[in-house]
Every structure is written in structure tokens, then in C-alpha cells.
């Protein structure tokens, strides 16, 4: 299981309740073994799944490790594979993008005040981050962490991009209109373009079909359509035309590297996963605009009069 709020836990893999006994453990190990055997029609990948699951609870002392969330090679992860951490420089020397605000950092200050909520006003939480804590709270609120941390893995495949690169991270999009998302992840600007991003992990597969993601995690979810709503409001206020609308995911997610969605006014729509990302910006989205070093500049010093951080 992917290192994720929203993947399943091993026990929601094996179909039981956390508090299933040993028995019932074994039990639900062997049906969920014979369902997912490629050999009796399963699936390969829930089958690993299934066995993955085994290793993080079919014994006592390897149930009792995963329950307390305590570290190891197959452990559940710890509270630090979800906490926010110092943003760390790569080894590789060369100049990086030049980067403003604070990726999914209102991301976060959402996460804290809704698991606080959902605790109990009054009752205090002494670590929001607990594997326990996170596992036990509602999918909602997992999402929120799981947007979080797909948000602050973007930010650090971006800052590789390089010099020629200028990166805008919780970007406010107030003048969206009521209703609409407050902000945008990512604005990338740089000669393949100018790149509105969004990071997002649902916890289960999208593609695209007619411009739109699609996908039973969504939920009724219309991502393409509310990025675009977020672009056109920056876009306006500093007199410029984005080039591609990209909405990031984890690579298990998509099917594809690349996936293109046709465009929305003028600006390309494509599904990236999260290892393609930083070479699709270098080298642009097929059949996006590039931007000559004179465009680059102009751009760049409307945007820094209008932009406005979350």
C-alpha cells in the first residue's frame, strides 16, 4: 500500500474491522487470497495487495507494530511520512527555479482545523500527524492530508526545473466568483509557457474523456472545469492567457505519462503523473505555446503586480 492517507489500510484490504481476532484475520486472508489469484480470474495488483496486507498484521507482533504506527521495512508509516518537513536543497548544485509562497500550505492549515473538528472541540490533539489518528479519521479529511502532500511532492519536482523557470505556489483565486476553489497549487512560468497546476490525489484511478477527468474516486468532481475557472481569474487580473491546464496525480493513478484532454480556451488540457511532470514542463505540452524571452519577461512582471498568495 501506497504511503497515502487515502490508500487502504491493510485491514479494509483484507475485508475485516480493526478489531477482527486472529481467526477472523486468517479467515478473511485466505478468501481475499483465493479472490485476487491471477490464476482463478483475479488481479495481479490486489493480489500483492493482499499479500502486502498479510505481512502488516497476519502475526501478532507485526499487528501490534502496524496498530501503534511504529517504523520498519513493512510497517504502516509513521507520523513523519505525513508531518511537513523542511524543504531540503538536491545534491545537484545547478540553480533552481526561482519559487514564491508556500505549497500546500493552506492545504494543511485545512487538514489541522477539520481533524481538530472532527476530534472534538475542546479535546486536545497532541499529534494530528499520529498513523493511528489519520487512519481512523473520515476519507474527507484524509483527502485533504493526501492534496497536502501531493502538493509539497510538485513543489519539489518543479524547483528542479531550473533558472529560466518561475514557479507561484498557493496562488489566491478569490475573484473566481462564490463558490469556487480559493486557490490555485501551481502557476509555472517559463519559455515552454505558462503552466496552471493543480496536485491532487483522489485515491483511486482517473483518465480523461472529452476534457474532463473521469474516475469513481471523483465523486462528481469536475477538475478540469474548476482549474480552468482558477487560470481564467489569475489570467485576467494580470492580462495573460495560460498555455496548458495540468492536474498532477500519483503515478499509480493514471494510466499514462502523459494523457492530453483537448483545450479550454487556448490553453491545453493534460493529465500528468507526478514522476512525468517536471520533463513535461521543460519540454512543453504538446501542442502548447511557447514563449519567446521578451513574452517570458512581460508575463512574468504582470503576474508578480497581481498575484497573491492563499
Known sequence: MADSPLSDSPYEVLGVSADADAAALRLAYRRALRRAHPDTGGDTARFDAVQRAWVLVGTPEARAAFDRGMPGANAAPTREAWAPTAPRRPRDSRPLARSYGHPGGLTRERYLDRIREWVGR??????PY?????????????????DALVEEATARALSTLGIAYT?????ATDAAGPGLPPKLDHLVLGPT???????????????????????EALAGERPVRALAARAKAIGRAARVKPTALVIVV????????????????????ALVRSSRLASAVREGIPGSAHLGGTEVMEVRSRLQAVVRFA
Not at 475542546?122 to 499529534?127: A, I, R, S, T
Not at 474523456?209 to 474516475?215: A, H, Q, S, V
Not at 502523459?258 to 480556451?265: A, D, E, H, P
Open 250 to 269: 500519483p503515478d499509480e493513478y493514471a494510466a499514462e505519462p502523459l494523457q492530453l484532454g483537448g483545450s479550454v480556451r487556448g490553453a491545453v488540457v
Open 130 to 146: 499520529d498513523p493511528a489518528l489519520v487512519r481512523s479519521a473520515p476519507r474527507d479529511i484524509r483527502h485533504i492530508l493526501a
Open 167 to 171: 514557479i507561484w505556489h498557493d496562488v
Open 193 to 215: 509557457g505558462l503552466f496552471a497546476i493543480q496536485s491532487e490525489d483522489w485515491g483511486g484511478p482517473v483518465a480523461m474523456k472529452r476534457g474532463e477527468l473521469i474516475g
Open 122 to 127: 475542546g479535546v486536545e490533539v497532541p499529534d
